[in-house]
């Protein structure tokens, strides 16, 4: 699971409840899957991925930092198709700048990547109060029906 966002900061130091370490509690997708391929979908992602953890933390600077877990897999061919087996969890680091509209329902951010001279920007529909953060309809999986995620964060 990857995310990735944001937008430019004419200020020094931004005052925003937003601001500091928060922690991912809730990992829900639009509808059911099966992202485990045990015949059993659910839309509580903890009960699909043995690695689902996101920490994140938003600078006074405009600038923040994701860390998330992601699952690892080895690939065999059986039968001429590729198997894909879960075989881990892996550590994936992602940096950028940040800002919010002015009603703070909105999360603009903007993410360095590796080999690319621009930025890449996203903007993330959000509920922000004082010790919750829930980024939703996020993009999860290109199938025939849209399917969306929504992550909930904590206050460190």
């Not at 931004?14 to 509808?31: M, P, R, Y």
């Not at 894909?84 to 990547?113: A, D, H, R, Y």
Request: net charge negative; charged share 25%; proline share 3%.
């Amino acid at each position: 699971m990857v995310l990735v966002f944001f937008t430019g900061c004419s200020k020094d130091k931004i005052d925003s409840l937003i601001t500091g370490k928060w922690e991912a509690v809730n990992f829900t997708t639009s509808v059911p899957v099966d992202e485990n391929g045990d015949g059993i979908e659910n839309t509580d992602l903890t009960k699909e991925m043995s690695c689902v953890s996101i920490h994140a933390n938003f600078s006074l600077n405009g600038k923040f930092t994701l860390e998330s877990t992601n699952v690892t897999y080895d690939i065999t061919y059986v039968d001429g198709k590729v198997v894909l087996k879960p075989s881990g969890c892996g550590v994936q680091t992602e940096k950028g700048t940040w800002s919010m509209n002015e009603t703070s329902t909105i999360l603009f951010l903007e993410f360095t990547i590796d080999g690319k001279d621009e930025p890449e920007p996203v903007d993330i529909n959000i509920e922000l109060s004082e010790n919750r953060l829930v980024l939703k309809d996020l993009f999860y999986e290109e199938t025939e029906e849209t399917i969306t995620y929504t992550i909930e964060f904590e206050r460190e």
